[in-house]
């Protein structure tokens, strides 16, 4: 199978132009395994910046963009933008785009197939919040939201699915492993089932919410873990250990 483990850094809405050059000064120091894809998203605004600041060897990801190349559509970017940044990723699906910001199924699903048609590599997020988890129904939402992303997506090597329970989010509470495993495995099953065999073996479905260097390890460790996305913790020195969840220390 031969799936290549993927980190993400969320940074999300924090840090200035000083802390987070200093934070990608010194990823560009530090010791990465080479068999590990490593992606860092800071606000649209320093995209040029940090990508200037990182080593090449580190992708850099935009946390959102529009559905279209340009136009009258103020306060938004484009994935065209985006590559003129020297950007290479995009975060869709964001449970705090979801939820705090209430963009739909159908936005998202848009956004995903004109990012790709741009050329972006896509990190498309699902997840349940703890209502839907509690209520038994965390398949049918995450399948619901895989559905809308694969609808939208004609070249699944430029997809890392992130399934991002959002009761685990900025919580404190990651999934126990087995959660993790559980829907991961299931999520593969669906792909499986719904795009095909060879789509499910080889794309990376990666964990977000709440990891941090005491649980990346054990999670890690787990069949269908194939990274993590990362908010907090990534903006600290600890990411580096997140980074190195599989290597051998
Ligand atoms: P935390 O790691 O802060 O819980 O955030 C996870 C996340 O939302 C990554 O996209």
């Known amino acids: 199978m031969g799936r290549k483990f993927f980190v993400g850094g969320n940074w999300k809405m924090n840090g200035s132009k000083k802390t987070l050059g200093e934070l990608a000064a010194s990823l560009g120091k530090a010791n990465l395994p080479e068999d590990t894809e490593v992606v860092v998203s800071p606000p649209f605004i320093y995209l040029s910046y940090i990508r200037d600041t990182l080593v090449s060897k580190i992708a850099v990801a935009a946390q959102n963009c529009y559905k279209v190349p340009s136009g009258a559509f103020t306060g938004e970017i484009s994935p065209a933008m985006i590559k003129d940044c020297g950007a290479s990723w995009i ?26 048609a741009e050329g972006l590599g896509v990190i498309a997020c699902v997840g349940e919040k703890l209502d839907e988890r509690e209520a038994g129904s965390t398949e049918k939402v995450v399948f619901a ?10 070249d699944w090597s430029k997809v890392v699915l992130a399934y991002e329970p959002v009761w685990a989010i900025g919580t404190g509470k990651t999934a126990s492993p087995q959660q993790a495993q559980e829907i991961h495995e299931k999520m593969r099953h669906w792909l499986k089932d719904n795009v095909g065999k060879e789509v ?28 993590f996305l ?8 600890e990411f580096v250990h997140i ?5 051998k220390e």
Not at 243 to 247: C, E, G, N, S, T
């Open 230 to 237: 990362v908010g907090g913790a990534s903006l600290k020195p």
């Open 243 to 247: 980074i190195r969840a599989r290597q």
């Open 145 to 154: 939201q895989t559905r809308v992303i694969a609808d939208n997506v004609k």
């Open 91 to 116: 975060i869709l699906g964001h449970s705090e785009r979801r939820h705090v910001f209430g963009e739909s199924d159908e936005l998202i699903g848009q956004k995903v197939a004109h990012a790709l």
């Open 200 to 227: 499910a073996d080889s794309v990376r479905i990666i964990y977000g919410g709440s990891v941090t260097a005491a649980t990346c390890r054990e999670l890690a460790g787990m069949a269908d873990v194939d990274g």
